[in-house]
């Protein structure tokens, strides 16, 4: 009996997955979104200040503090190794990065996989943003932040100082992040 319980939770996780990247293609956000934060007010449950003094290993295993990035254009991209939209989306944040990071963006990709399973990705992908793991802080971490189902990946842009300006669950174009991006990058100093 127990197998049988657990093989329809499987099976449920796995549709809900899949009508969430099916909803996700099938109605993709517009290229100049009017809603600046998509998920509800009431839907986040972390505050900049608990956001900035998180902490993920990165690569090397060091601790390292959401905080460090602050005064940037901040877009935290949860995902996985596992999770197929998610690689799709990283080649797009690679090319975002490499365009606006001297303007004040910081993509960080935090993982909710093992650190065995992220480092092999990344030495096989030319990566140029940080990527940080915890398997199980990194969903708590994106559930906090709007992403009530806890599937990936989830999105969610930070303005200089902690506003949270945007949050997205599914895949974002590269169009779509360029816009958000250009409209909410820090003022040149």
Same mark, same amino acid.
């Given at each position: ?5 657990? *093989? %329809?939770?499987?099976?449920? @996780?796995?549709? &809900? ?5 099916? =909803? $996700? ?7 100049q ?10 839907e ?5 200040? *608990? %956001?900035?003094?998180?902490? @993920?290993?990165? &690569? ?5 503090? =959401? $905080? ?5 254009l ?10 197929g ?8 944040? %690679? ?12 993509i ?7 650190s065995a399973?992220?480092t ?29 189902l806890?599937?990936l ?12 300006i ?24």
């Amino acid at each position: 009996m127990p197998k049988r319980l657990f *093989a %329809v939770a499987v099976c449920i @996780f796995i549709a &809900l997955a899949v009508v969430a990247l099916r =909803l $996700g293609r099938e109605n993709p956000a517009p290229e100049q979104p009017s809603e600046k934060l998509i998920a509800q007010p009431n839907e986040i449950a972390a505050s900049a200040g *608990a %956001v900035y003094t998180t902490k @993920f290993p990165d &690569l090397q295993g060091n601790s390292q503090t =959401l $905080g460090q990035w602050d005064r940037k254009l901040l877009v935290l991209n949860f995902w996985a190794t596992w999770c197929g939209p998610c690689k799709e989306e990283v080649p797009i944040l %690679v090319k975002l990065q490499a365009k606006f990071g001297n303007r004040g963006l910081q993509i960080v990709g935090i993982a909710a996989d093992t650190s065995a399973n992220v480092t092999n990705f990344a030495q096989t992908t030319a990566i140029n943003y940080p990527l940080l793991m915890d398997e199980a802080g990194a969903l708590q971490l994106s559930k906090r932040l709007g992403n009530r189902l806890g599937l990936l990946p989830h999105t969610v842009m930070f303005s200089p100082g902690g506003e949270i300006i945007y949050t997205k669950l599914g895949i974002l174009s590269e169009a779509e992040f360029d816009h958000i991006i250009t409209q909410n990058l820090p003022s040149k100093r």
